[in-house]
């Protein structure tokens, strides 16, 4: 089985910075795409940022300058460095992963159980 788990959230102020990571264990042959989405209270979770195995990142507008995002393939880890985060940035953040579990398989979604990021004004 494929588990991915995160770290690295918390409170902040606004202005602030954190940097998620999100690691993934298990067996399985590859990973394609990684990424972060978000909820905030009472709203629908919302695409954030990915990035694919060969690099190509991909932002919503609304983090574009903030955010970065980038990943360790040798360690099949994805990061999230936050940078002037606002209180509108404050959800519950859950890494994605693109899983290939063997040669016969196609690419499946794994997600991680998500870490809190608050940003106080």
């Known amino acids: 089985q494929v588990q991915l788990v995160e770290s690295g959230g918390g409170l902040v102020q606004a202005g602030g910075s954190l940097r998620l990571s999100c690691a993934a264990s298990?067996?399985?042959?590859?990973?394609?795409?990684m990424g972060w989405y978000r909820q905030a209270p009472g709203k629908q979770r919302t695409f954030v940022a990915r990035?694919?195995?060969?690099?190509?990142?991909y932002y919503v507008d609304s983090v574009k300058g903030r955010i970065t995002i980038s990943r360790d393939n040798a360690k099949n880890t994805v990061f999230l460095q936050m940078n002037n985060l606002k209180p509108e940035d404050t959800a519950v953040y859950y890494c994605?992963?693109?899983?290939?579990?063997?040669?016969?398989?196609?690419?499946?979604?794994?997600w991680g159980q998500g870490t809190q990021v608050t940003v106080s004004s």
């Open positions: 994605n992963a693109q899983v290939i579990l063997d040669y016969w398989s196609s690419p499946r979604d794994y």
């Open positions: 298990g067996t399985f042959r590859s990973i394609n795409t």
């Open positions: 990035i694919t195995s060969s690099g190509n990142t």
